[in-house]
């Protein structure tokens, strides 16, 4: 296959992907959900806080929890932490000094599972993540590997340079020197370097941190991750998609 035909058989996939997602969109079930709210995104518990939880919030402040008993502490003050991050619009760098723990790589899977609920754990949410993304990308056979067909997505959708900018303040969320940033602010140093769980673990930041996936210079690639591959979101296709077929 030459290099055109590959570009306009890589053009057509992905425009029959987005336009089968875009009937799905259309449903009644859909635009209900779109009415209560999309996904897990801005998930907000309705449990209570658990009794105790001011001295744990300390320990954790404090970095004096490890092992399981770290895991409970923030699992006991979950409740807290979406009520700063959604409610409140408690901003990064705050948010960092009263839970440092959640800014770990492996800390966001967790708190991604206990937004979705379900028994759901840091491990099945990243394979998981890993296995639909990677139904994705292996429909792009002009790519060897799975990291190569992303990168070839991202440049097709004009967003790679944009998703591994700089980080500003205010700006999308990026991957930056092996790091995630949001709000310009690092998040989590990546313990595994690749490409595949970088770019989940940025989709994961959008339920995590409440962050809008609309960005207009990431928009199309946050609609891969968050409702395509992550399905934390409902969302219509962005309109920037349609230039891929020109």
Known sequence: MDSKRAENATRQLIINKFKNKRRGDDSKEVTDRKRRRSGVLNYLPADKEDEGCGDLRYKLRQGMLRGAELDEAMSKTFADRRILVVTKRLSVPKLKKLYPALFQEMEIWAELARIRGGGSTKENELERARENLSKVLTKFQVCETNEAALEHLLIELREEDA????????GPMVIW???LWVEGEKVADFEILNKIDQFLTWGAAFSVFAQKPTKKSTRCSAYLATVMVLQTDVLKPPKG????TQ
């Not at 998703?163 to 205010?170: E, H, K, N, R, V």
């Not at 998609?241 to 891929?244: D, F, T, V």
Request: proline share 7%; net charge neutral; hydrophobic share 45%.
């Open 163 to 170: 998703l591994y900018a700089a980080p500003t303040a205010g």
């Open 177 to 179: 020197r092996d790091a």
């Open 241 to 244: 998609l349609e230039r891929i």
